[in-house]
């Protein structure tokens, strides 16, 4: 049987954050980040899977998920999660050798981070969501449309309130539509408990209110504030289920010509949008080729 992760406390400026470890401590350091609505349990397969290969892995459940802290700031916009991404590179020990992975809001981070020259991570992984520019440009009315209808609870969750009531049911049918017939009842369980009182909740629904409020970002998140939705300037590797019920595997594929030398785009068959679950074999083995080459 694969041993329990460890449990780490990552204390921060900001906020202190709760991780899971594994492992040995000496190893290469891969930092995992999270989306929503998921918590660092996300990591599971992958966890183990680089630990076996000598790989010290850490995955922080993300500001505003317990058992991590509210961040004292306030601040839930991606310059405040890049700015942890380094706080906890530093805290572990500053190791040179270190990779960023993330999925969803964690994806976002990592590519905002491959962009910022204040960034420790040598490569990045990013998984769900493609950099902000592979977005940008033109694409047919019927995508355009299709992505918007995928897309509501963007809008869904800048109103006051009623994201909160019903976040359960939200959390729920995201994780059904997004990943379509996989068994989501442990994830489910889990993140419904790290957000189960409104403080948590508000937190994780304010990444998204956050994005479009970017003048109330605190003075020392701005050095990150720039390159967030900027193209990664180091080696990425971008994974997309083909069947993401979020977004669109067409728009990965145009990010194929867009990344820096060194980088990789792969469609994974057969998968939605949490293909590190739904495919965990195939997907921890072009992280470990990717992160190791």
Not at 179 to 194: I, T
Not at 208 to 235: I, K, N
């Amino acid at each position: 049987m694969t041993p329990p992760p460890e449990v780490l406390e990552i204390p921060l400026p900001a906020v202190t954050l709760s991780a899971l470890a594994w492992g040995p401590a000496d190893g290469p350091l891969v930092v995992a980040l999270h989306g929503f609505p998921d918590t660092a349990w996300t990591w599971r397969h992958l966890g183990p899977h680089l630990a076996e290969r000598g790989h010290r892995v850490v995955a922080p459940n993300t500001r505003g998920y317990a058992p991590s802290g509210i961040a004292h700031d306030g601040s839930y916009h991606v310059s405040a999660l890049m700015a942890d991404a380094v706080g906890v590179h530093e805290a572990l020990g500053g190791d040179d050798r270190a990779v960023l992975v993330g999925h969803d809001w964690g994806a976002i981070t990592a590519n905002g981070l491959g962009a910022n020259e204040l960034s420790p991570y040598r490569r990045i992984v990013s998984i769900a969501v493609p950099p902000f520019p592979v977005l940008a440009g033109r694409v047919s009315p019927r995508m355009i449309a299709r992505q918007a209808r995928l897309s509501w609870y963007t809008l869904f969750n800048q109103l006051p309130v009623l994201p909160e009531r019903n976040f359960e049911r939200l959390v729920r049918h995201l994780w059904q539509v997004w990943s379509p017939g996989y068994d989501a009842a442990e994830d489910l369980e889990r993140v419904l408990a790290s957000l189960a009182d409104p403080t948590h909740r508000s937190a994780a629904i304010g990444y998204y209110r956050a994005a479009v409020r970017q003048w109330r970002v605190p003075d020392g998140y701005r050095p990150f504030l720039d390159t967030w939705t900027d193209m990664p300037t180091v080696p990425a590797l971008y994974l997309h289920g083909a069947d993401d019920g979020c977004l669109q595997a067409a728009y990965a594929e145009r990010g194929r010509d867009l990344l820096p030398a060194g980088s990789e785009t792969v469609i994974v068959p057969d998968t939605g949008h949490f293909l590190h679950l739904e495919q965990p074999a195939a997907v921890n083995d072009l992280l470990s080729r990717f992160i190791e080459g």
